[in-house]
């Protein structure tokens, strides 16, 4: 009998849920984005996505490919059962119609979406595909760092792969850790043994950030476990904090080379040292608090002898379109704070801002409406340009205050020679990092 090449269908479909934005996320919203087919292979390929990825290792292995989708829409309401079911439907006939060839399946998923009827459906399609008829599938899953996953997922993947960072600067790496596991599994080279370990604790994103502490400290101990003989791969998931599900929250995921107790032993090690940080996880914490009128006041103080620009960051919430601190800096007239031979103000990384200030029509009660773009923020790459580029960001360095309502909180950890505050649920506080 001929032998076949090994073929991998490869697939990805992500959206982060905050289930408590009105409305609904529908198929219009996904297809605008989605690469069908062929187009997915092109596309994707050498790009900082976990696609990009699967493909980087399967075409550099003689992998022959079975594209089905590619898509990820950025955080916003509860997903259409239409949706999902639209994308299951696609992945699953694929996968049905290329089954006898078929030796595994790789997703790219983010573990937070939530639909009308599935509080996890990332969950429920794994399981869809792994029990669909026939031979079972090898599974190999990417979850985003801020997914909440339930240890369910194991019984129906493989492997678990989540990034490393935060930013999401490795999703191509993670790609790859996922596909060599699974091809290495595959080859008869390893038998991976996974393990979930769920602390217990909800972390609002803007304490995931992974060379910041407290979130610095686990990976730091991750690290730690990795160099582990036995150990195959660690997983520190964030969880997302916006999200009213019963699986939310922090979970650890190790991979050991068939050694159980060593998975349990470092998944339980990693989230017990979370449980020790959970006041800093939680922004309940020692830090240096302050309400935002403090906040801004301090920062103001310092960007008159500043340096380095001081960096304001909002992120009050997943959406990041809250106007507490915009308000605040108003009325504290924080556009004639300049260190002395620096040019006043300060600077909004969004277009929005930028237009505000050079129109000179700041002000109370000025009502302006700006679509905002993102595209200031996407390289070549296709993804989080902002944060893996932040000296090439086209706004000039030499103002003092800088307000960032998008996303802005990645740029703070290149810049770590700034002084910096953190915005979350209307507190603020100082990172230490100046
Ligand atoms: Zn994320």
Redesign the pocket.
Known sequence: MKKHSTTFAIAGFSH?TVTFWPGLTDLEEFERLTLHDQEVIEKRRGTNTPVGGFIDVCEREGIELLPVVDVEVEASATVSDRTYNFYLDKIREKIEKNACKMDGVLLAL?GAMVTEGHFNPELDMIRALKELPGKEIPLGVVF????NLDPAVLNYTDIVCG?HS?P?LDMNETGKRAVRLLIDSLKGKIKPVSVMAKPGIVVP?VF?AATVSPAKELMERKIFWEKHTHILDISVFFG?AWSDVPQIGMSVVAITDNRLEIAEEAAEDIASLAMEKRDALTGRGKFSYYGVSEGVKLAMDKAVKARRPIMILDHADRINDTTFVLEELILRDAQKSAAPGTPPGFITAPVAMIFIYSHQIFGIGVCISVQIHVDMCIDQTGYNGFSRHIDDFPIRWDRNIIFSPYSGYYAIFKYNSALLYRFSAGYVYESGAG
């Open positions: 982060e983010h985003d760092l801020h997914g990034y935060s999401h994103s995931s997302f």
